[in-house]
């Protein structure tokens, strides 16, 4: 009998998946946790029943891979596989760096999340060195990309700043240059030097890039 440990904050799908896994053969919840915390005081008590805690990352006090590690210390055949919605390949790579057996994420079928399960508490490597090295290559591009953007971040001046707040509220030119106190070929000027520190094409996007970021204020 495989048991599991459900640690997700969203009460309604801890308790429909429990609902779910209980009806397949072999399988049965032993505990559902809401949090870090939740999930840390179950294991505490009984950690050593658990074969595999089904883990979301994205937890209110923490991040859910921790809990890899903490579950090998008190069950050492237990095993944590993450279930997420995540799609950063950086998140993937950090928790099986933690000792996840496998990531999977949540708009998989029910029946491969079952079958995942199975596969992890039979020991078996749920995630191939091949999967393992594309994740590896995805995060590091990705870590890439972040520090081109605060490295263009960086170049930005208050006034360019204070510009990019001003589009994302709206602002044409001639509204820029009277907020600003500065004429309107100026403000065209400002414009044109963030689209070139940003390294993007249209106004839109260097609103879109400056909110991703969060250098600008929506509202």
């Known amino acids: ?16 998946f429990a609902f779910l896994l209980e009806y397949e053969i072999g399988m049965t919840v032993e505990g559902q946790a809401g949090s870090l915390a939740e999930a840390r005081r179950f294991l505490a008590l009984s950690g050593a029943s658990i074969d595999v805690a089904v883990v979301d990352l994205a937890l209110p006090d923490g991040d859910g891979a921790v ?15 993450i279930l997420t919605a995540t799609v950063d390949p950086r998140d993937y790579v ?6 996840a057996a496998g990531v999977l994420h949540k708009s998989v079928p029910m029946p491969e999340v079952v ?19 594309e994740l590896i290559e995805q995060a590091e591009q990705q870590r890439q990309q972040d520090r081109a953007a605060q490295l263009a971040i960086a170049r930005l ?13 709206g602002c044409n030119d001639k509204q820029i240059a009277r907020r ?40």
């Open 94 to 99: 950090r928790a099986v760096e933690a000792g």
């Open 1 to 16: 009998m495989t048991r599991l440990l459900l640690v997700d904050d969203h009460l309604s799908f801890n308790q429909s």
């Open 180 to 219: 600003m106190k500065v004429t309107y070929a100026t403000a065209r000027t400002h414009v044109a030097n963030i689209r070139e520190k940003l390294g993007v094409e249209s106004r839109l996007q260097a609103v879109v890039f400056a909110a991703c970021h969060g250098i600008i204020r929506m509202t």
């Open 67 to 81: 809990l890899a590690h903490e579950l090998c210390m008190v069950s050492p055949a237990g095993r944590v596989l």
């Open 115 to 133: 079958e995942a399960i199975r596969r992890v508490a039979a020991q078996e490597q749920l995630l191939s060195n091949q999967a393992i090295f």
């Open 157 to 169: 001046t208050v006034r360019e700043r204070e510009v990019l707040q001003a589009l994302a509220e």
